[in-house]
């Protein structure tokens, strides 16, 4: 893909975890690991009654000044951000595109990244922390940053949720990062 063809993306929930963003977004390229400035990881819904695939709060950024989310840049064919809003879910309102500046090794990277709408704080299921959490480490986002990650609440939800489908899918990424 040539530079024209493609978005940078910055993911910081579920889609840091490559295989989780390539069920939908089979075009995602590894770019680098950056930093939102200014802005805060919060867990939540878009309803308050709403049940998802993943039972509990998902990710989303908030602003807050002197704070920081780290997080992946992906790069994706300009084919895919129609896929990408869909699994956002952008047509349902629930995200909402932004567009942010993100801090790299090499410099500032704009890219497209999602912000919940009408945001109510809700403690994400254990599967979909320990799937940021793998993102997190497949990537090598900072240890400190990974630890804090560990340190989230979770709702102690133990059903059947979409990790089940990443660990069928991917049994040797659970096993090569000795996840159960």
């Known amino acids: 893909?040539?530079?024209?063809?493609?978005?940078?993306?910055?993911?910081?929930?579920s889609n840091l975890l490559k295989e989780r963003l390539q069920?939908?977004?089979?075009?995602?390229?590894?770019?680098?690991?950056?930093?939102?400035?200014?802005?805060?990881?919060c867990f939540g819904l878009w309803d308050e009654n709403i049940d998802n695939a993943w039972h509990g709060g998902v990710a989303s950024i908030e602003a807050c000044p002197g704070?920081?989310?780290w997080g992946v840049i992906w790069a994706?064919?300009?084919?895919?951000?129609?896929?990408l809003d869909n699994q956002e879910g952008v047509n349902l309102g629930m995200y909402s595109p932004l567009e942010v500046s993100v801090d790299t090794d090499e410099g500032a990277v704009l890219c497209r990244t999602y912000q919940m709408n009408n945001f109510h704080a809700c403690?994400?299921?254990?599967?979909?922390?320990?799937?940021?959490?793998?993102?997190?480490?497949?990537?090598?986002?900072?240890?400190?940053?990974?630890?804090?990650?560990?340190?989230?609440?979770?709702?102690?939800?133990?059903?059947?949720?979409v990790l089940d489908q990443l660990r069928t899918q991917c049994k040797s990424l659970f096993l090569d990062l000795k996840i159960k």
Request: charged share 15%; proline share 5%.
């Open 1 to 13: 893909m040539s530079t024209t063809d493609v978005f940078m993306y910055f993911a910081f929930g």
């Open 67 to 69: 704070a920081e989310v």
């Open 76 to 83: 994706l064919s300009k084919e895919s951000i129609s896929t």
């Open 123 to 161: 403690l994400p299921s254990p599967q979909y922390k320990q799937v940021v959490c793998l993102g997190a480490q497949q990537n090598n986002i900072p240890v400190e940053y990974r630890n804090r990650l560990e340190m989230v609440e979770t709702n102690s939800y133990s059903g059947p949720s």
């Open 23 to 41: 069920l939908a977004n089979s075009s995602a390229v590894y770019y680098c690991n950056g930093r939102l400035k200014d802005y805060k990881l």
